[in-house]
């Protein structure tokens, strides 16, 4: 196959090697040790995250300081599936977050229609295929309400297709420094807590299969609402908040 020569190498090998300096930079450096600072998270179960190798981390989303908040507290840098708004913003805050987002390494997904849900899976199964921990937020969106609604199959297409473990993950205490709407997040103690990873090798092969498929997600969600106590809506969070409910 041919990759464009030597020169497509080098210049993949440069992007990635800016994003990971940034990353941990940003991690390390400049925002990290301000974040925890300031929400001083309490972190329970960490030792769930697998030191090395692919996994799934999956998790509730309260906020838009989730996806630092979790990043933080890890160990091991993870890559999130981000959606594309925050890639697109008009104006020079649209412009900033987008940089932002990409300069840490985030992909995003466009979440309109069934061929863009593909996309979104060949992205992440490219991140697991590099033996990378994954971040995704199952629900599709952030939750309106601070309640946990039904998971989208995408993070049980990506778990047995790449035959990898999921770890869940509850947010607790985000929705309220930041609830949607919100800019500037309140500053109180916020609790992350990891799960014990949920195997799926007894369904190898199933991917395809829509009742495994939906079994294996909303096995996932019942772990993370065990974890974060939220009450559950077992209906999608965007059909809700387009309802107006």
């Not at 300031?38 to 190798?53: A, D, Q, S, T």
């Not at 996309?119 to 490219?126: D, F, K, Q, V």
């Not at 009742?211 to 809506?233: F, H, K, P, W």
């Amino acid at each position: 196959m041919d990759h464009g020569g030597r020169e497509g190498y080098n210049g993949l090998d440069g992007r990635r090697t800016g994003v990971t300096v940034f990353y941990r930079l940003l991690k390390h450096v400049l925002l990290g040790p301000l974040l925890k600072l300031l929400f001083r998270p309490r972190v329970e179960g960490i030792g769930n995250i697998p030191e090395e190798g692919a996994a799934i981390v999956a998790g509730n989303h309260l906020s838009f300081s989730d996806h630092f908040l979790m990043p933080v507290v890890l160990d091991r840098r993870i890559t999130f599936l981000a959606k594309q708004e925050y890639f697109t913003g008009p104006g020079l805050k649209g412009r900033l977050t987008a940089a932002f987002f990409r300069a840490a390494g985030q992909i995003p997904v466009d979440r309109s229609g069934k061929e863009a849900g593909q996309a979104a899976i060949r992205e992440g199964l490219g991140v697991l295929g590099r033996g990378e921990l994954l971040g995704i937020y199952p629900e599709g969106t952030r939750s309106h309400d601070g309640r946990l609604y039904k998971g989208k199959a995408g993070v049980a297409v990506m778990a047995l297709r790449a035959g990898v473990k999921v770890v869940p993950c509850a947010m607790v205490g985000t929705f309220e420094i930041q609830p949607p709407g919100r800019v500037v997040p309140r500053i109180r103690r916020v609790t992350i807590r990891f799960g014990e990873p949920l195997d799926f090798s007894r369904f190898a092969g199933s991917a395809d299969e829509r009742a495994v498929v939906r079994a294996v997600t909303d096995e996932i969600m019942y772990a993370i609402m065990r974890l974060s106590g939220q009450e559950y809506v077992d209906e999608y969070a965007s059909v809700v908040k387009a309802s107006g409910a």
